[in-house]
């Protein structure tokens, strides 16, 4: 089970930390990713991170201001979104990754097989 949690309204370059905490099944050797969906619009990736918390991946639009970290005693994936902008408003959905052990950060939808509940952020211009 995922939980994500931390969304909320906020201004325009402001800040938010998303958490996503994982429980009753393995996730510690699986990449973990964030994904978003605007209403009326297809989800799509945000972030993800491999296994071991080196290799990471980010969407064009979040490049530079997203950052995604994992905090395996815990469990838990973390999302800090800075310099938010109107256009990041979404549902942000965590997900685990299908493969096990493997370097890499996955992008695609169809690369995750356990997802989250959405938490919604809200950016006011």
């Known amino acids: 089970q995922l939980q994500a949690s931390g969304g909320g309204l906020v201004q325009a370059g402001g800040s938010l930390r998303l958490s996503c905490a994982a429980s009753g099944h393995t996730f510690s050797t699986y990449g973990m990713g964030w994904f978003r969906q605007a209403p009326g619009k297809e989800r799509e990736f945000v972030a993800a991170?491999?296994?071991?918390?080196?290799?990471?991946a980010y969407a064009d639009s979040v490049k530079g201001r997203f950052t995604i970290s994992r905090d395996t005693a815990k469990n838990t994936v973390y999302l800090q979104m800075n310099s938010l902008k109107p256009e990041d408003t979404a549902a942000y959905y965590c997900?685990?990754?299908?493969?096990?052990?493997?370097?890499?950060?996955?992008?695609?939808?169809?690369?995750?097989?356990?997802w989250g509940q959405g938490t919604l952020v809200t950016v006011s211009s």
């Open positions: 997900a685990r990754g299908g493969l096990s052990g493997r370097y890499y950060a996955p992008r695609a939808v169809k690369e995750y097989d356990y």
């Open positions: 991170i491999d296994w071991s918390g080196r290799i990471t």
